[in-house]
């Protein structure tokens, strides 16, 4: 079992910068791929980006370039650096674990309660 818990979202102006982490419960958090997804009113849930144990990642088209994944081992996190935000990057962004599959899969196990993140025009 895996518990995820999201924070650093907030407000910010188009074209600057946010980033939002998620730290991890689990003794075994370096075999687990994580990712971030995100939520807009009225939309489904979307991929964002993915990150493998040993740091091999993968984006969305629409936030590659402007969006970096990384990943703690130690200290158990994931974080998302975003840059150059657009107002279209408004939703709330939910950390995922799942242990097995490959990273290009988009289904994930755990989930966290999901972070804020409002980008003003």
């Known amino acids: 079992q895996v518990q995820l818990v999201e924070s650093g979202g907030g407000l910010v102006q188009a074209g600057g910068s946010l980033s939002v982490s998620c730290a991890a419960s689990?003794?075994?958090?370096?075999?687990?791929?994580m990712g971030w997804f995100r939520q807009s009113p009225g939309k489904e849930r979307e991929f964002v980006a993915a990150i493998n144990w040993s740091g091999s990642t993968t984006y969305a088209t629409s936030v590659k370039g402007r969006f970096t994944i990384s990943r703690d081992n130690v200290r158990n996190a994931v974080h998302l650096q975003m840059n150059s935000l657009k107002v279209e990057d408004t939703a709330v962004y939910y950390c995922?674990?799942?242990?097995?599959?490959?990273?290009?899969?988009?289904?994930?196990?755990?989930w966290g309660q999901g972070t804020q993140v409002t980008v003003s025009s």
């Open positions: 689990g003794r075994t958090f370096n075999r687990y791929y």
């Open positions: 995922a674990a799942r242990e097995g599959g490959n990273l290009f899969s988009r289904m994930y196990d755990y």
